[in-house]
């Protein structure tokens, strides 16, 4: 009998272990909640909580479509810019009959519908132009992406020109919109926020792709050894175009939501948006070289920098010494992940 | 100079891998002034041993004692260091950097202006200018390397030693993308530094070459020394006998396979590479093991990519089933029912971040869309658990990342793969290269197991006991042409190598 138990103990000081490497950064998460939790307990109330998720539910949806292109060893600097295009197109177009600085005076009245699919398209027509030329052209995703964020920046600000005043910020939207950003449903009592409910819906969705897709499993392949999946029979341009549109469809919808919890949009919104992307990703465990990465990493890779931001101002941080931590979680992060690789050569 | 008359000397150098003992007890010693050859077949230990002199390798055991002294090396550096030079087969210089950058890489010659040191472009090029015409060598020294050809590179490659006071020159495979006058020019340089005092240890296949060049030769197989002989004293014909001679210590399944019709036939396929193989012609057969033998450089790489669609094809048919087909990528290679396990299971095999289970299925995956385009997981789950329990593949799990399993486990994993697709033809480059001997029986099993079943088979190998031992007819190939089909039960390791060297 004792053999059996102390078996069994053994067996679950190993599995406590596996867990804990497993899943490192979610006991980070943990951790840093907590903490900042007992130092300040105003940081865990109900609203607050809720806050940090609404904020990163609209950053998740854009981390999740940079994460599938940094696993086949690309990126996206374009995402943000992306955002904003999809903010302010569908934010012109949800804009009251009754506004009086409506970017569309003429326009008929329509369904909340339009405003939508029209960020939604956007973003896949971006991610489309992404695809193309990183598959067909070969420009190394880096620049490709570069180049785009600047055309698309350009052409969301000439979108909302209006001379000689310039870029205008646009207001006004119609209820149902900014519902999507603020509104919940559900019992007063029990009520989820909607836009908690669509990053949920799309976390499960990407989910769905990466592990139980052929183009999920693609991905992967590509990103691990690209020339192995070539002799495998993988078509590279036809799942790398894949990769782009999805992540450009996730940009858009991201874009509305932001607009629509906004209640406003500038040619501005989403500026960086990238960047806290990509960082989030490798927070997550996404590695740039290639091959790894789960949306489970990648939503807590959000939520850590979302608990940080927020934390540190609850905790009356300085705005820059945030910088500096978020900088150098980042490093850390990526720096102890890497060293699994580092160590094998 | 030492009273032992030798530059340098290795002692008794063992050293093994997991589950290969690639040097045992290597003593080779060589004269300061002169070219001192390795010979031997594909895996005969010469790399590893020269590896271990370069300080790439450590050996296990074993001593090295340069001009009398036994030192110890611990990486490139200390060897470069302490007068050993190696010029790879493989070239690797800076291409968009000057040739004179590129031989003081790493020790530019510096004026120190007491607060900060600026690179002295002028003493570089006066110090190259000097070094080229000490060798006779016809180099500016400021062109790009891109812009130069192999030859010169190569050149620039042994000038660069010399400038590092270079005593031994390790030349592997020196010659192999040389022109005919390129090695004649070589070969100038080669007696200019021996006649300077500097040994060289010369690394080739080709008989002529060494009989011509080399003042000793070392012939190896198997991680031992043959011996070593005064190259005056041999032939080609007692050179290969020495290489090849041995008994067949591998062992190999018996195998019941009966070829049947013609399912392929490749005619006069020739490569828009114009190094590359031309005019190839052969029939492959139904449940036939057809070996194609030859040496490193043969092109047979070459050739079975370009049939499986990886490579470019400038001319020649291929017929499967009768019917002629054209293959322009692993797709459609795929969809005529061709499956190839590559040469070099690293970079072109296995994908090392993903699961045994992920490693399987990538190459059959449409097999196992189910509704909405998702996978089946448990049709998946189902071949791959059946193809471990098959295959015999040691994993912990389907589960467990394909790195961390040895090189055979890796290959089944990888057979496994192409298994799954129901191949007709199945093309194996170097199936068993880098797995231990174990696993090498297990992986003949599953090919000669695949011929009884009626799959046709083209298995690239440059170990010749294998071919013999799993063929039923060899096709032997030397620099990108087929110089003969040999019958599989009457074929010889001496008839195979001459067919290897025809053109040498």
Same mark, same amino acid.
């Given at each position: 009998?004792?053999?059996?138990?102390?078996?069994?103990?053994?067996?679950?000081?190993?599995?406590?272990?596996?867990?804990?490497?497993?899943?490192?950064?979610?006991?980070?998460?943990?951790?840093?909640?907590?903490?900042?939790?007992?130092?300040?307990?105003?940081?865990?109330?109900?609203?607050?909580?809720?806050?940090?998720?609404?904020?990163?539910?609209?950053?998740?949806?854009?981390?999740?479509?940079?994460?599938?292109?940094?696993?086949?060893?690309?990126?996206?600097?374009?995402?943000?810019?992306?955002?904003?295009?999809?903010?302010?197109?569908?934010?012109?177009?949800?804009?009251?009959?009754?506004?009086?600085?409506?970017?569309?005076?003429?326009?008929?009245?329509?369904?909340?519908?339009?405003?939508?699919?029209?960020?939604?398209?956007?973003?896949?027509?971006?991610?489309?132009?992404?695809?193309?030329?990183?598959?067909?052209?070969?420009?190394?995703?880096?620049?490709?992406?570069?180049?785009?964020?600047?055309?698309?920046?350009?052409?969301?600000?000439?979108?909302?020109?209006?001379?000689?005043?310039?870029?205008?910020?646009?207001?006004?939207?119609?209820?149902?919109?900014?519902?999507?950003?603020?509104?919940?449903?559900?019992?007063?009592?029990?009520?989820?926020?909607?836009?908690?409910?669509?990053?949920?819906?799309?976390?499960?969705?990407?989910?769905?792709?990466?592990?139980?897709?052929?183009?999920?499993?693609?991905?992967?392949?590509?990103?691990?050894?690209?020339?192995?999946?070539?002799?495998?029979?993988?078509?590279?341009?036809?799942?790398?175009?894949?990769?782009?549109?999805?992540?450009?469809?996730?940009?858009?919808?991201?874009?509305?939501?932001?607009?629509?919890?906004?209640?406003?949009?500038?040619?501005?919104?989403?500026?960086?948006?990238?960047?806290?992307?990509?960082?989030?990703?490798?927070?997550?465990?996404?590695?740039?070289?290639?091959?790894?990465?789960?949306?489970?990493?990648?939503?807590?890779?959000?939520?850590?920098?979302?608990?940080?931001?927020?934390?540190?101002?609850?905790?009356?941080?300085?705005?820059?010494?945030?910088?500096?931590?978020?900088?150098?979680?980042?490093?850390?992060?990526?720096?102890?992940?890497?060293?699994?690789?580092?160590?094998?050569? | 100079?030492?009273?032992?008359?030798?530059?340098?000397?290795?002692?008794?150098?063992?050293?093994?891998?997991?589950?290969?003992?690639?040097?045992?007890?290597?003593?080779?010693?060589?004269?300061?002034?002169?070219?001192?050859?390795?010979?031997?077949? *594909? /895996?005969?230990?010469?790399?590893?041993?020269? !590896?271990? %002199? &370069?300080?790439?390798?450590?050996? @296990?055991?074993?001593?090295? +004692?340069?001009?009398?002294?036994?030192?110890?090396?611990?990486?490139?550096?200390?060897?470069?260091?302490?007068?050993?030079?190696?010029?790879?087969?493989?070239?690797?210089?800076?291409?968009?950097?000057?040739?004179?950058?590129?031989?003081?890489?790493?020790?530019?010659?510096?004026?120190?202006?007491?607060?900060?040191?600026?690179? *002295? /472009?002028?003493?570089?090029?006066?110090?190259? !200018?000097? %070094? &080229?015409?000490?060798?006779?060598? @016809?180099?500016?020294?400021? +062109?790009?390397?891109?812009?130069?050809?192999?030859?010169?590179?190569?050149?620039?490659?042994?000038?660069?030693?010399?400038?590092?006071?270079?005593?031994?020159?390790?030349?592997?495979?020196?010659?192999?993308?040389?022109?005919?006058?390129?090695?004649?020019?070589?070969?100038?340089?080669?007696?200019?530094?021996?006649?300077?005092?500097?040994?060289?240890?010369?690394?080739?296949?080709?008989?002529?070459?060494?009989?011509?060049?080399?003042?000793?030769?070392?012939?190896?197989?198997?991680?031992?020394?043959?011996?070593?002989?005064?190259?005056?004293?041999?032939?080609?014909?007692?050179?290969?006998?020495?290489?090849?001679?041995?008994?067949?210590?591998?062992?190999?399944?018996?195998?019941?396979?009966?070829?049947?019709?013609?399912?392929?036939?490749?005619?006069?396929?020739?490569?828009?590479?114009?190094?590359?193989?031309?005019?190839?012609?052969?029939?492959?057969?139904?449940?036939?093991?057809?070996?194609?033998?030859?040496?490193?450089?043969?092109?047979?790489?070459?050739?079975?990519?370009?049939?499986?669609?990886?490579?470019?094809?400038?001319?020649?048919?291929?017929?499967?089933?009768?019917?002629?087909?054209?293959?322009?990528?692993?797709?459609?290679?795929?969809?005529?029912?061709?499956?190839?396990?590559?040469?070099?299971?690293?970079?072109?095999?296995?994908?090392?971040?993903?699961?045994?289970?992920?490693?399987?299925?990538?190459?059959?995956?449409?097999?196992?869309?189910?509704?909405?385009?998702?996978?089946?997981?448990?049709?998946?789950?189902?071949?791959?658990?059946?193809?471990?329990?098959?295959?015999?593949?040691?994993?912990?799990?389907?589960?467990?990342?394909?790195?961390?399993?040895?090189?055979?486990?890796?290959?089944?994993?990888?057979?496994?793969?192409?298994?799954?697709?129901?191949?007709?033809?199945?093309?194996?480059?170097?199936?068993?290269?880098?797995?231990?001997?174990?696993?090498?029986?297990?992986?003949?099993?599953?090919?000669?197991?695949?011929?009884?079943?009626?799959?046709?088979?083209?298995?690239?190998?440059?170990?010749?006991?294998?071919?013999?031992?799993?063929?039923?007819?060899?096709?032997?190939?030397?620099?990108?042409?087929?110089?003969?089909?040999?019958?599989?039960?009457?074929?010889?390791?001496?008839?195979?190598?001459?067919?290897?060297?025809?053109?040498?």
């Amino acid at each position: 009998m004792s053999d059996i138990s102390t078996t069994g103990r053994r067996l679950t000081t190993r599995s406590v272990r596996e867990f804990a490497t497993n899943n490192a950064i979610l006991l980070v998460l943990l951790a840093v909640v907590l903490v900042i939790g007992i130092v300040k307990t105003s940081f865990l109330n109900f609203d607050n909580i809720m806050n940090i998720l609404r904020i990163s539910s609209v950053r998740a949806v854009i981390a999740l479509g940079v994460g599938g292109i940094l696993i086949t060893r690309g990126t996206d600097l374009s995402a943000g810019r992306t955002v904003g295009l999809a903010a302010v197109i569908s934010g012109s177009l949800a804009q009251r009959m009754n506004y009086p600085s409506r970017l569309f005076p003429n326009m008929a009245d329509h369904s909340i519908w339009i405003p939508v699919l029209a960020g939604i398209g956007a973003g896949l027509v971006v991610g489309l132009l992404n695809g193309t030329i990183v598959a067909f052209l070969k420009v190394p995703a880096f620049i490709a992406t570069l180049g785009t964020m600047t055309i698309v920046y350009g052409a969301e600000s000439l979108y909302v020109d209006r001379p000689p005043m310039g870029a205008t910020p646009l207001g006004g939207f119609k209820d149902e919109f900014t519902n999507l950003g603020s509104g919940s449903i559900g019992p007063d009592s029990f009520s989820v926020p909607i836009i908690i409910i669509i990053a949920v819906v799309i976390s499960v969705f990407i989910f769905l792709v990466l592990n139980k897709t052929r183009l999920g499993k693609n991905i992967y392949a590509m990103g691990g050894n690209p020339d192995a999946a070539v002799v495998s029979g993988v078509s590279i341009w036809k799942n790398t175009m894949l990769v782009y549109a999805i992540a450009g469809l996730l940009y858009g919808l991201g874009g509305v939501l932001l607009a629509a919890r906004a209640g406003g949009a500038t040619n501005n919104y989403g500026q960086g948006y990238e960047l806290d992307a990509i960082a989030a990703c490798v927070i997550g465990g996404v590695s740039v070289s290639g091959g790894i990465g789960r949306v489970s990493g990648m939503l807590v890779g959000v939520l850590i920098k979302e608990v940080m931001n927020n934390g540190l101002v609850v905790l009356g941080v300085s705005a820059y010494w945030q910088q500096i931590v978020l900088g150098l979680i980042i490093v850390v992060a990526v720096g102890i992940d890497i060293q699994k690789y580092v160590r094998k050569r | 100079m030492n009273e032992s008359g030798f530059i340098v000397e290795m002692r008794k150098i063992t050293k093994s891998f997991p589950g290969v003992k690639a040097l045992d007890e290597v003593t080779v010693k060589v004269k300061p002034g002169s070219v001192h050859a390795l010979m031997g077949e *594909n /895996g005969a230990g010469k790399s590893t041993l020269m !590896k271990c %002199l &370069f300080g790439i390798y450590k050996p @296990d055991a074993g001593e090295l +004692v340069l001009d009398g002294k036994t030192i110890t090396l611990a990486n490139a550096k200390q060897a470069l260091d302490s007068g050993i030079s190696m010029i790879h087969q493989e070239l690797h210089p800076v291409p968009y950097r000057s040739v004179m950058e590129n031989i003081w890489l790493g020790r530019y010659p510096v004026r120190d202006f007491g607060l900060f040191k600026l690179v *002295n /472009g002028g003493k570089m090029l006066r110090d190259t !200018k000097k %070094l &080229f015409e000490g060798l006779q060598m @016809d180099i500016d020294p400021r +062109v790009w390397v891109k812009n130069l050809s192999v030859s010169k590179i190569q050149s620039m490659e042994i000038a660069k030693a010399v400038s590092n006071n270079a005593r031994v020159i390790i030349m592997d495979e020196p010659t192999s993308s040389l022109t005919e006058n390129e090695v004649g020019h070589l070969f100038r340089i080669i007696r200019q530094l021996k006649s300077e005092g500097i040994a060289i240890i010369y690394i080739s296949h080709k008989m002529e070459e060494i009989l011509e060049i080399a003042d000793e030769v070392t012939i190896m197989r198997d991680g031992r020394v043959v011996g070593t002989y005064l190259a005056k004293e041999l032939t080609t014909d007692l050179i290969i006998n020495r290489m090849v001679g041995r008994d067949l210590t591998h062992r190999f399944p018996p195998r019941v396979n009966v070829p049947g019709g013609v399912v392929m036939r490749v005619e006069g396929l020739t490569s828009t590479n114009p190094r590359s193989f031309r005019d190839v012609s052969f029939d492959l057969r139904k449940g036939e093991i057809l070996g194609l033998g030859g040496l490193v450089g043969a092109q047979r790489t070459e050739l079975v990519e370009s049939i499986f669609g990886l490579r470019n094809i400038q001319s020649g048919k291929i017929w499967i089933n009768g019917k002629q087909t054209i293959i322009r990528n692993s797709i459609q290679a795929k969809s005529h029912k061709i499956a190839l396990l590559t040469e070099d299971r690293r970079t072109t095999g296995i994908i090392p971040v993903l699961s045994v289970f992920d490693n399987m299925v990538i190459a059959n995956i449409s097999k196992y869309l189910g509704k909405f385009l998702f996978l089946s997981r448990r049709r998946a789950s189902e071949d791959v658990r059946k193809s471990i329990d098959v295959l015999r593949v040691k994993t912990p799990s389907p589960m467990t990342r394909i790195e961390s399993l040895s090189g055979g486990n890796q290959q089944k994993v990888i057979f496994a793969r192409w298994l799954l697709t129901e191949p007709d033809i199945f093309i194996l480059d170097e199936p068993t290269r880098g797995i231990d001997v174990g696993a090498k029986y297990e992986i003949y099993t599953i090919i000669a197991d695949l011929a009884k079943r009626g799959k046709s088979i083209i298995m690239i190998s440059s170990e010749m006991p294998e071919l013999i031992g799993m063929s039923d007819r060899i096709m032997v190939m030397c620099e990108g042409r087929a110089t003969g089909i040999l019958d599989g039960k009457s074929a010889t390791q001496e008839r195979i190598m001459e067919l290897a060297t025809q053109f040498m």
